[in-house]
C-alpha cells in the first residue's frame, strides 16, 4: 500500500477551477516531484495534501486512511507523522533557532524535556546547522534559514516531509548542498518526500517520480520520472518546460 494515494482531486476556489483529475501515489522512502509553471496550482495541491485546504472531489489516503473523512483526532495523528518546510521557511522570528525545532517536538510527542533538546539538536546537526542553535532567524541567510526549516520539519521523524519550493531563491552552491541534504535525509530515514518545485538542476538530481501539471488544461497531463521525462515527454508544455535552460 502507497504511503499517500491522491485519487481523483479537484482543486476549486469558489468557481474557480485550480486542477482537477489529480491522481497519484508516493511510496515510502521515494523521492516525488509536483511540477508546472507558475500560478498552475502546485502549491495549492500541497496544502490540500497537508490539510490546509479541503478538496472540491476526491481523495488524499495515508495508508490508506481518508484524511477528509476522517474526524478531529484522527487527522491530528496522520498530521503528527508530516514534516513540512514551508518556501519561505516559516521561522518564528521571536524564537532562536533550537526553539523553531522544538516545535514539532513538542507539539506531536510526548518525549521528556531532555530528550526533546537533544532530537532537536541532533536534527540541527543533520543539516550543519548545529552551532547556530541559539541564533536568530534574523542572523541567518537564505540557505541557512531553508537547513533550519528542514531540521525542524524532520525533527519529529515523519514519515511523509513536503517540501515547497525548497530550493527557490538560493544560488546554485546552496541548492546542490540542500539537494544533497534532502538525499540524505531520505536514505537515513526512509521518509517518503514530496516536493514542490520548478527548479530543473534539482528535479533531475533528486525526484524518483513526478506529476506536471497543466495551467491551460487544468490537468495533470505528464507522470514520471523527471530525468526521463526530458527524452519521453511527447506533450509541448512539458517538452518546453524540461528543456527551457537550452533554449
Not at 527557490?168 to 517518503?192: C, F, M, N, Q, V
Request: charged share 25%.
Amino acid at each position: 500500500m502507497a504511503l499517500l494515494s491522491v485519487q481523483d482531486l479537484t482543486m476549486r476556489f469558489g468557481d474557480k477551477l485550480i486542477q482537477e483529475d489529480v491522481s497519484f501515489e508516493v511510496e515510502a522512502g521515494t523521492i516525488f516531484a509536483i511540477m508546472g509553471a507558475s500560478g498552475c496550482g502546485k502549491s495549492t495541491l500541497l496544502k490540500h495534501l497537508i490539510g490546509l485546504l479541503e478538496p472540491a472531489h476526491g481523495q488524499v489516503l495515508y495508508d490508506g486512511v481518508d484524511y477528509w473523512k476522517s474526524n478531529d483526532e484522527e487527522r491530528t495523528k496522520l498530521r503528527s507523522g508530516f514534516g513540512v518546510l514551508f518556501q519561505s521557511a516559516a521561522l518564528w522570528s521571536s524564537m532562536t533557532v533550537l526553539e523553531n525545532v522544538l516545535m514539532p517536538l513538542e507539539q506531536h510527542t510526548d518525549l521528556p524535556e531532555a530528550e526533546r533538546i537533544e532530537r532537536a539538536r541532533e536534527a540541527l546537526s543533520w543539516v550543519e546547522m548545529a552551532d547556530f542553535a541559539d541564533y536568530s532567524p534574523a542572523d541567518l541567510s537564505g540557505g541557512m534559514k531553508k537547513r533550519a526549516g528542514l531540521a525542524r520539519a524532520i525533527a519529529a521523524q515523519p514519515r511523509l516531509l513536503f517540501l515547497d519550493e525548497p530550493s527557490a531563491g538560493l544560488d546554485p552552491i546552496s541548492s546542490k548542498r540542500l539537494d544533497d541534504l534532502i538525499l540524505e535525509i531520505r536514505d537515513r530515514t526512509g521518509a517518503a518526500v514530496l516536493m514542490v518545485s520548478h527548479e530543473l538542476p534539482s528535479l533531475f538530481a533528486i525526484a524518483d517520480d513526478s506529476i506536471f501539471l497543466d495551467a491551460d488544461s487544468k490537468k495533470p497531463i505528464a507522470h514520471g520520472k523527471p530525468s526521463e521525462l526530458l527524452n519521453t515527454a511527447t506533450h509541448p508544455t512539458v517538452h518546453a518546460f524540461l528543456h527551457r535552460e537550452k533554449l
